[in-house]
């Protein structure tokens, strides 16, 4: 099956004779060290007060962090997994996840969760299901994030533009991009990016068009088509940076130097947002603008296992705790990202009081959650080079929407081996 052989010798076949050596100390006698594998500094003083209350509870089970930096991350995974020095507990995404699935390398948890009646339904369903594979789950999620809609109030008070909310559509993005752009002082009224997290999504879904549905691409669709075209225009106009210009600067650090309006941009943005005196002064949050429907992308991290753990029953133990109430709180007080768990977002909107977090976790009732397949990197990875010159103002976005149609659909194709 070509899904395996994307892993390869590198990662599935050498792990099959492999142990997780991650952490040192055993399930036998004594207490049991895990190693938890993790990519973001700025949650890690969070997953520390979140491992000291389960350490407190757990007192013959240690966790011990180990943070790997994203740009290395998956490489670094693979290399453990190949030694046999895989994290017990790691992070996983959707993009990641149904590759690492299918390979046999995660613990399916469905029976540990029937067994110790995991509160998975206080999570949202469309994240749970992102990390269930063939009926089977091996992810508990941790944390969300969607995409919404920041703007800088002083630019719109300075333009005399009312600041945007539930009731904007793409009309009023485009007349109010129009207005803020100002040449002069190299500013643009709309960041219209196309990035490697999902922002060109919310575009597609909100025309009521989709990226992957039943094993084969949406690009080509009409609608999908009319999302991509609501963003490129602005481009076209001038209202928004070219592509070109993105790589040398993206839409949110135009966004943070004052030098972008309106930036679409994830929720799990705010701490950083918020660490810029300007922004946190005026910037605003609002839902996405309608288009022939109102859509966001959600998305989230999930803890997992490794199959080969020889801690088994204390990772087990770990990632219950993660996925339960109290975990879920401190998380939300770190102020980081917004906890999955229900009832447990208000630390995390009242930690950065300034903004209206709020918008972020009511966009979930029209939420769709990130498109993924067995080997998404390989499908998204075709949007770059093909809708590249069409985001840089050079037009053509109909032609290039289909032929990344045509060629996700082949990858798709090779994917399930048909």
Not at 2 to 24: D, F, H, I, Q, V
Request: one cysteine or more.
């Amino acid at each position: 099956m070509r899904r395996r052989t994307l892993l390869g010798g590198a990662l599935a076949a050498p792990l099959l004779a492999a142990c997780s050596g991650g952490g040192g100390g055993s399930e036998g006698g004594g207490r049991t060290t895990l190693s938890y594998g993790m990519w973001d500094p700025a949650q890690a003083p969070g997953m520390e007060k979140i491992i000291a209350a389960f350490e407190k509870e757990h007192p013959r089970i240690s966790v011990r962090i180990e943070l790997t930096p994203w740009a290395s991350y998956w490489t670094t995974l693979k290399t453990s997994m190949r030694g046999g020095t895989a994290p017990d507990v790691f992070w996983m995404n959707a993009v990641n996840f149904q590759l690492y699935a299918s390979s046999g390398v995660l613990e399916p948890l469905s029976g540990h969760i029937k067994a110790d009646a995991t509160p998975v339904d206080r999570h949202p369903e469309a994240l749970v299901r992102l990390y269930a594979y063939r009926g089977t789950q091996y992810g508990l999620p941790k944390d969300f994030d969607t995409v919404g809609l920041w703007y800088n109030k002083a630019l719109f008070d300075k333009a005399g533009i009312a600041y945007p909310d539930a009731s904007w559509t793409w009309d009023d993005v485009r007349d109010a991009a129009a207005e803020l752009t100002n040449p002069r002082e190299r500013v643009h009224g709309f960041a219209a990016e196309m990035d490697r997290q999902g922002k060109i999504y919310p575009a597609v879904c909100g025309a009521g068009g989709y990226i992957l549905r039943d094993g084969r691409s949406g690009f080509g669709d009409e609608r999908s088509i009319e999302g991509l075209r609501f963003l490129t225009d602005m481009v076209d106009r001038g209202w928004s940076p070219p592509q070109s210009a993105m790589t040398e600067s993206v839409g949110r650090v135009r966004y943070w130097s004052e030098k972008v309006a309106m930036n679409y941009d994830l929720s799990a943005m705010a701490g950083q947002m918020y660490a810029v005196p300007a922004l946190k002064d005026h910037g605003g949050i609002a839902v996405l603008p309608k288009g022939r429907r109102r859509a966001t992308i959600i998305h989230g991290l999930a803890n997992v296992i490794s199959a080969k753990s020889r801690k088994k029953e204390a990772a087990w133990e770990f990632v219950h705790f993660m996925a339960g109430r109290r975990a879920a709180g401190i998380q939300a007080e770190a102020g980081v990202t917004i906890s999955s768990y229900e009832g447990t977002q208000d630390a995390w909107l009242k930690s950065m009081p300034e903004f209206d977090l709020k918008n972020f976790i009511d966009m979930q009732e029209y939420a769709v959650p990130y498109p993924s397949s067995e080997n998404t990197a390989v499908w998204e990875n075709l949007q770059y080079p093909l809708l590249g010159a069409a985001f840089s103002g050079k037009g053509g976005v109909e032609s290039a929407a289909r032929t990344l149609g045509e060629q996700m659909d082949r990858a798709l194709k090779e994917e399930s081996g048909s």
